[in-house]
C-alpha cells in the first residue's frame, strides 16, 4: 500500500514502486476508472495495447497462420504487392 498527499490544487505525486508497476514514463496518460466504491488507475497506453490483443485475438489462425514463417512470408507478400501499386 502507497501514500500520497493531495496538493492544494489537486495534484498527487504518484509514488515510484508505483510508476515502475504501471510503466510511467514523464508525459504518460492515465486513466482513473470507478470500479464500485474503489478508483483503479491503470495506464492509458497498456489499456490501449490490451484492447488492441483482444480484438486481434483469433485473427492469426482465422488467416492460416500458424508459425512465425508464415507470418514473414505474408509481409513479403504484403510488401511485394505494394511496391506493384
Not at 492460416?64 to 514473414?72: A, P, Q, R, S, W
Amino acid at each position: 500500500m502507497e501514500l500520497a498527499k493531495v496538493t492544494t490544487k489537486g495534484q498527487i505525486t504518484i509514488p515510484k514502486s508505483i510508476r515502475d508497476l504501471l510503466d510511467l514514463k514523464e508525459g504518460s496518460k492515465i486513466l482513473f476508472i470507478k470500479k464500485g466504491n474503489d478508483i483503479v488507475i491503470q495506464n492509458s497506453a497498456m489499456l490501449a495495447l490490451e484492447k488492441i490483443q483482444k480484438a486481434f485475438e483469433g485473427e492469426a489462425e482465422r488467416m492460416g497462420l500458424n508459425t512465425e514463417d508464415d507470418v514473414v512470408q505474408m509481409i513479403k507478400e504484403v510488401r511485394k504487392n505494394r511496391s506493384k501499386e
